[in-house]
Structure formats: structure tokens, C-alpha cells
């Protein structure tokens, strides 16, 4: 069992608890004990797509936090949080409310690369101490602003319908593809301040993490069926999944013995950068090639 099971997390539960899900499934089924991690937090308020490392997957969990995003997301209009959610309470107010019309006029701002402030309300660290923390126990907490990608931001289709264009919307359905980084809370309350007015986000859906999405994703309920029917192996993706965007590089016998060793193998007819090596599709190790020397990133215990 090496590999990725996705989850399509539900609202309230912490990527922490998927994580715990996963384990007891494992066992529940038989399989025994693996490593099991996630690829990327997502909050108990946030529902979709979570990764979650299998066995020696867990060693690819860190790149997951480095890939992209997208998410669907709802701004309520008229309210900020101090948390930028509906679970926050109330801050700011105000009477304005947009057309679709101004929606679309303002999503260009947010488009590209962009400097974001993040949440209060977040896991960031301020002088040693969870942000989150800090603002729970009354303190002003200031961050930083950072610098994000988003890489497209449009109205969800199903908010594109003529007859709303001229209407004001107590609010709106956006779809957000974004770099590492990015606070969909900060991105939301930025767009209603840019629109006149304050917000704070009521829905968060991830629908894609990297190159996992909905399509692969499974319920807790069809992760317990299947675990007591010990077929989780339905479910698990190849560990090869979360490096679609990596070229393999095939190896002979010796060759993997090599890498296996953590010896260099010199002489290697492949451009530079990283690759996914393997000898008869079984995945030996990641590497970086450089000059023809080829070195291991990750190694893999299969």
C-alpha cells in the first residue's frame, strides 16, 4: 500500500482526522501499519479534494504543499469577519452591494502575481506562536504581506447568467486557480473592498490539489466500505500520480542498484532537472539530474 488515497473531505472535519481516517481504514481492512500523511491542509470549514500519502508516498507529501490550487468559493456581501469566515464574528459591515457587472470589472486586479496579506486567523507564526493563537487571546495580529499567484480567477458558470449581470448580489460564486501560499480568505475580503463594500467567505470547495481532483476523490463513508471489504486498493493511486509533471527515467538493474545505494551514476544521456526513475515501472527514486551525473532527490523503499 504505497501510494495516494483522496479524500473528499466534509465540512468540519480537520486534514489531521482525514489523516486518522486513513490509518483506521488501514487497519479495519488488514493491511497493517503504513506511514500515512496529507498533501496540503485544508481547513474544518473548507470541504474537497485532500491527498492523503500512503506508505512510501508520505515522502512526496511535501511537494503537494508547492503545487497548485483551484478552488470554488462564495463571498457574502455586507459583512467581514474577524476570521474571514462565517464562523468569525462580525467587524465590519456595509449597505453597498455589487452587480456582477463590477464583479467582472474588478477579478483583472487579482489576476497575475499579487501581494496578499493573510488572515489573522491563520497557522502562520509570529515570534514562535501560531497566529490563530495569538488573535484567539485578544492580540492585534499583523502579518506580513506575501507574494501569491493567482493564476485565474472567474465567476463560477453558474453564476453567469445574463439576467443577473445588472442585479445586486448579496453574493458570489467564484473559481480560483492559485500558486502555493494563497489565502482564498484574504483574496475574498480584497475583492469586496475593491467592489466598495466588505465580505467574508461562506463557502470554500477545494476541487483540485496538484493533479488530484474531485473525479479521484472518495466519501469517509466509501473509505469505510471499502476498508471493510479490504479493496482499498480500488482507491489507491500510484505513488507516480503526484509527479505527472516529471519525465521518467528508465533504468537498468545495475543502475537501480546503484541509486539504492546512494551512489551517483555518471555518464547519463538525459538533460538536466528532475526526473522519476524506475526500472520495470517500479519507482526507485526521485532525481536530479545535472551534467549527465544523476543523483537521488527521494529514494524509495519498494
Do not use: C
Not at 464574528?89 to 464583479?103: E, K, L, Q
Not at 495569538?134 to 501569491?148: E, F
Not at 500510484?238 to 551514476?265: C, E, K, N
Not at 524506475?278 to 523503499?301: H, M, Q, S, T
Amino acid at each position: 500500500m504505497h501510494g495516494w488515497i483522496i479524500l473528499d473531505k466534509p465540512l468540519g472535519l480537520g486534514s489531521t482526522q482525514g489523516v486518522s481516517a486513513v490509518k483506521r481504514a488501514l487497519r479495519n481492512g488488514g493491511y497493517g501499519k503504513f506511514k500515512v500523511g496529507h498533501g496540503g491542509t485544508l481547513d474544518p470549514l473548507a470541504t474537497g479534494v485532500l491527498p492523503i500519502a500512503v506508505g512510501e508516498a508520505t515522502k512526496l507529501a511535501g511537494r503537494m504543499l508547492d503545487s497548485d490550487k483551484i478552488y470554488d468559493f462564495t463571498i457574502m456581501f455586507g459583512v467581514q469577519t474577524d476570521t474571514l469566515d462565517a464562523e468569525g464574528v462580525s467587524i465590519a459591515t456595509s449597505d453597498v452591494r455589487p452587480t456582477m457587472a463590477a464583479v467582472q470589472a474588478v477579478l483583472a486586479q487579482f489576476t497575475g502575481p499579487i501581494a496578499q496579506v493573510p488572515p489573522a486567523y491563520s497557522a502562520l507564526k509570529v515570534d514562535g506562536e501560531r497566529a490563530y493563537d495569538l488573535a484567539r487571546a485578544g492580540q492585534d495580529v499583523v502579518l506580513a504581506s506575501r507574494n501569491v499567484t493567482i493564476h485565474a480567477l472567474t465567476p463560477h458558470p453558474t453564476r453567469l447568467l445574463d439576467d443577473e449581470v445588472g442585479e445586486e448580489l448579496e453574493a458570489v460564486t467564484l473559481t480560483a486557480h492559485v500558486s502555493k501560499g494563497t489565502y482564498i480568505r484574504s483574496l475574498a475580503r480584497d475583492i469586496a473592498l475593491a467592489l466598495g463594500t466588505v465580505g467574508h467567505v461562506t463557502m470554500l470547495r477545494r476541487v483540485k490539489a496538484g493533479p488530484f481532483d474531485l473525479l479521484s476523490a472518495i466519501s469517509l463513508d466509501k473509505l469505510d466500505e471499502l476498508a471493510k471489504a479490504s479493496a482499498l486498493e480500488d482507491v489507491l493511486l500510484p505513488l507516480r500520480v503526484a509527479l505527472d509533471d516529471i519525465p521518467a527515467l528508465s533504468l537498468t538493474p545495475d543502475q537501480a542498484g546503484a541509486l539504492r545505494q546512494g551512489r551517483i551514476l555518471a555518464g547519463i544521456a538525459a538533460d538536466d532537472g528532475q526526473y522519476f526513475a524506475e526500472l520495470d515501472a517500479v519507482p526507485v527514486a526521485l532525481v536530479e539530474v545535472e551534467d549527465g551525473d544523476v543523483r537521488v532527490v527521494r529514494g524509495f523503499n519498494l
